[in-house]
């Protein structure tokens, strides 16, 4: 049985199919060892006192302005009743802010849809990102923030 012979017949004349991998093995396993031997000698670390120094977090957080709309379609802002060319210019003014407060918005059941839309719309253009309703799960009505008198 020859294994190189130019002179074989019909029999040998299909290629060889088979990939000799133990060539490639052989490297991969003295690779790993090679890897494996210098890498504790990769990590090289200073050992040094670091100072302790406390810190806290200093979050500033901005004021929610308290928005109401009741039943009659008036309008309060922190419990002083404005207008609306006043809620515009307010909601302008908070947009400004360096420090955006949030919009709470508390609205009665019968006020108008479109009184709320103009709010929200004047609110986004104004740059009060931050809006919230106010709601009470029990189904009451929600008292109005009236001003305090003096």
């Not at 990590?43 to 500033?60: F, G, R």
């Not at 039943?71 to 419990?79: E, I, P």
């Not at 709470?104 to 004047?122: G, K, P, Q």
């Amino acid at each position: 049985m020859a294994f190189g012979s130019f002179g074989g017949g019909a029999r040998n004349s299909a290629p060889m199919a088979e990939i000799n991998v133990i060539p490639l093995v052989d490297i991969m396993l003295v690779l790993l060892v090679i890897f494996i031997v210098t890498a504790p000698l990769l990590t090289h670390a200073v050992k040094i006192d670091l100072p302790k120094a406390d810190s806290a977090v200093q979050v500033q957080k901005a004021d929610a302005v308290q928005f109401a709309i009741d039943g009659d379609n008036q309008r309060w802002w922190n419990g002083e009743r404005v207008n609306e060319a006043q809620t515009i210019e307010r909601l302008r003014a908070a947009g400004q802010q360096s420090l955006v407060p949030e919009l709470h918005l508390r609205i009665d059941r019968n006020a108008r849809y479109e009184i709320i839309a103009t709010v929200m719309s004047e609110a986004a253009k104004a740059g009060v990102s931050k809006v919230g309703f106010v709601t009470d799960p029990s189904g009451a009505p929600l008292p109005v923030v009236m001003p305090v008198a003096p």
